[in-house]
């Protein structure tokens, strides 16, 4: 058991939860035997969804009737208290129960209770919400796309540093280029916020990654920039207008 | 002749001129006898392009050999003279020896010199860039794409004035829908900007357009909305990233 991953899920958050995360679950436990979960939720709810199908050593049931609503705000989310489905499953992250967290649940609510409760890496002061971006050559990881609607140089750089860390930890061969997504590659191009933050990259040199200078939106499928950066308004708009891109025209 | 729509056109701007230019005025001139061409650049590239293609009295010829390079900062574009291709295109314009004016050249020197030579509306404080955005039902007028990085409330609501006045004038029986794009559908979304142009669109009734709130970026293809407004930084990035991956897929 000890070697197992652990993953703490609040099966209470998203659309169609908690049968919807259950299933999610045991499509995980069918072709990979190497995660543990500890289900944070409604008991009455997540048993027969998941009893039987998966055996009792790969998963744990924390029972808590109590959840965060899609249609709170961030901070009405974490005022329902410490023993809500998500609150509970990132508290298991703090006491060191579990490995990670994951909820389909309110994203807001997400952020602001994984601040109060799991330290910031030092030195960085926003969390970012990152995905995994399909390439022409394998997958770019994007953020911010949503937590942080205006954002600081400094919170640009910061993101760089956190985007490279997630690729590494998924692709370790690869040392990433960087880039700052912007509406053109040469440097007399963006706003003040970008070229600074394009001057701060520029002259940190890191071991970790290579700053590849700005993107522009036509070449994020290119696939030749792993890590592409982004204030949360622009990131977010770019990821909802191109999936919906390609949802239309598949 | 009087009846004919007269299009000033700077046959020196973008890629492939003269030729591609010319091309395209031959083109439309193959189905459409109702266009006048004033026709600004080098005669000497340009007449044997043109020559015996389209009978002559569909066009004129405006001879100069400055034009304003691609990679010209808007400044250095304007400061060439008042004697490249693009100016005087701009300045036929202003002078009431044509009705509009096509350049396929360097952008920001186009706004800027538009800017100089064409008085700006009375009210508005900045032009936008704009495009035809397909969508399910037809078109949408989506603006700004690029000319303003960083944008007042007054200037987006400025372009709910524009954009709404172009596409009535496009599609004269449609009273248009005019959205905001955000990352969000709820009130609470957004930046303080796009809070506050959101109270000002909501407050001022108008006759010409339907103030329909905010639009995401995966909803902009479904054609519930005619005119979409954004900051020019936002716009640019969404629609890149959006025709690249119709080009990518199709």
């Given at each position: 058991m000890s070697d197992?991953?652990?993953?703490?899920?609040?099966?209470?958050?998203?659309?169609g939860s908690p049968k919807k995360i259950i299933d999610g679950i045991i499509l995980n436990h069918s072709t990979n035997k190497n995660n543990f979960f500890k289900i944070f939720g409604d008991k009455n709810k997540i048993d027969p969804l998941i009893r039987g199908k998966i055996p009792a050593e790969f998963f744990?049931?924390?029972h808590t009737e109590k959840k965060i609503e899609s249609t709170d705000s961030p901070l009405e989310g974490a005022k329902r208290g410490k023993d809500t489905s998500m609150w509970l499953a990132i508290q298991s992250v703090k006491d060191?129960?579990?490995d990670i967290i994951i909820s389909a649940g309110n994203t807001g609510a997400l952020l602001v209770v994984s601040k109060l409760n799991l330290k910031m890496i030092e030195n960085i002061d926003k969390p970012a919400l990152s995905?995994?971006?399909?390439?022409?050559?394998?997958?770019?990881?994007?953020?911010?796309?949503?937590?942080?609607?205006?954002c600081s140089s400094k919170n640009l750089s910061d993101f760089s540093i956190m985007g490279a860390s997630l690729y590494t930890s998924l692709y370790p061969n690869d040392k990433p280029?960087?880039?700052?997504?912007?509406?053109g590659s040469e440097e007399l191009k963006g706003n003040d916020t970008i070229k600074e933050t394009y001057q701060l990259l520029n002259e940190k040199k890191s071991d970790n990654y290579n700053f590849a200078g700005y993107i522009e939106g036509?070449?994020?499928?290119?696939?030749?920039?792993?890590?592409?950066?982004?204030?949360?308004?622009?990131?977010?708009v770019a990821?909802?207008?191109?999936?919906?891109?390609?949802?239309?025209?598949?």
């Open positions: 197992l991953i652990k993953i703490a899920v609040d099966a209470m958050g998203g659309d744990e049931l924390i060191k129960e579990a995905a995994l971006w399909p390439n022409k050559k394998g997958m770019s990881v994007v953020l911010d796309l949503g937590a942080n609607i205006e280029n960087v880039a700052l997504l912007n509406i036509n070449h994020l499928m290119d696939g030749e920039v792993n890590v592409i950066v982004s204030d949360g308004f622009t990131g977010n990821l909802k207008t191109h999936l919906f891109t390609i949802l239309c025209l598949v």
